[in-house]
C-alpha cells in the first residue's frame, strides 16, 4: 500500500533534507507557524520520526507550486470501517472544480486522526470550492452526513499551505 510520510521543522532544516535526498519527489509546504515534507512512496521513509498515513483514496498528480489544504478529522477506532465508506464518496466533491489538482485521503498509522489533503492551483480556488454550500457543510463537523452517525473524539480541523520555497510562487 502507498504511503504518506509527514516531517516538520523550519524551512532551513527541511531544505536540507531536500538537498540530502535529491533523487527523491518531496513536497514542500509552508504556512506562517510552519513548513513540512510531504513523501509519498511505496518504499520506506527517509525521515526519522515522521507521521505516517496509508493513502485509501488518491486522485491527481502532485503539483510542484500551489495551495494545499489538510482536514483533520479524529476516528473512533470502531468507527473507521463506517467512516472510510462515507468518505471516498466525499472525494468526487472535488473533480471538477476550478483550479483543483489533486486529493489524498490518508488514514493514520498510529493515533486517530484522518487526514483530507487538497492540492489547488491557487489558494483563490479553494475558497471558491469552499464556499459552495454543499461542500462547505460536508467539513462542519454539525453537518457532516459522515459525522451524523459517529462521536469524534476531537474537533476537526483545518490547516492551509503554500506548496512550494518562497522563490517558486
Given at each position: 500500500?502507498?504511503?504518506?510520510?509527514?516531517t516538520?521543522?523550519t524551512?532551513s532544516?527541511?531544505?536540507?533534507?531536500?538537498?540530502?535526498?535529491?533523487?527523491?519527489?518531496?513536497?514542500?509546504?509552508?504556512?506562517?507557524?510552519?513548513?513540512?515534507?510531504?513523501?509519498?512512496?511505496?518504499?520506506?521513509?527517509?525521515?526519522?520520526?515522521?507521521?505516517?498515513?496509508?493513502?485509501?483514496?488518491?486522485?491527481?498528480?502532485?503539483?510542484?507550486?500551489?495551495?494545499?489544504?489538510?482536514?483533520?478529522?479524529?476516528?473512533?477506532?470502531?468507527?473507521?470501517?463506517?467512516?472510510?465508506?462515507?468518505?471516498?464518496?466525499?472525494?468526487k466533491?472535488?473533480?471538477?472544480?476550478?483550479?483543483?489538482?489533486?486529493?489524498?485521503?490518508?488514514?493514520?498509522?498510529?493515533?486517530?486522526?484522518?487526514?483530507?489533503?487538497s492540492?489547488?492551483?491557487?489558494?483563490?480556488?479553494f475558497?471558491?470550492?469552499?464556499?459552495?454550500?454543499?461542500?462547505s457543510?460536508?467539513?462542519?463537523?454539525?453537518?457532516?452526513?459522515?459525522?451524523?452517525?459517529?462521536?469524534?473524539p476531537?474537533?476537526?480541523?483545518?490547516?492551509?499551505y503554500?506548496?512550494g520555497?518562497?522563490?517558486?510562487?
Amino acid at each position: 500500500m502507498k504511503k504518506v510520510y509527514i516531517t516538520t521543522g523550519t524551512s532551513s532544516y527541511l531544505q536540507r533534507i531536500e538537498k540530502k535526498f535529491p533523487d527523491i519527489p518531496l513536497l514542500f509546504l509552508q504556512n506562517v507557524e510552519h513548513a513540512l515534507l510531504f513523501h509519498e512512496t511505496y518504499g520506506k521513509s527517509i525521515f526519522k520520526l515522521p507521521r505516517i498515513y496509508e493513502i485509501i483514496e488518491e486522485a491527481g498528480f502532485l503539483p510542484s507550486k500551489g495551495f494545499a489544504t489538510f482536514y483533520y478529522l479524529p476516528v473512533l477506532e470502531e468507527e473507521r470501517p463506517a467512516f472510510e465508506h462515507a468518505i471516498k464518496k466525499l472525494g468526487k466533491t472535488f473533480k471538477g472544480s476550478t483550479g483543483f489538482i489533486a486529493y489524498r485521503i490518508l488514514r493514520p498509522v498510529k493515533g486517530d486522526l484522518y487526514a483530507v489533503f487538497s492540492c489547488w492551483d491557487k489558494e483563490s480556488s479553494f475558497k471558491i470550492w469552499k464556499k459552495h454550500q454543499y461542500l462547505s457543510a460536508i467539513w462542519t463537523s454539525k453537518n457532516v452526513e459522515i459525522s451524523k452517525s459517529m462521536n469524534y473524539p476531537n474537533p476537526t480541523y483545518y490547516k492551509g499551505y503554500q506548496i512550494g520555497h518562497d522563490e517558486e510562487k
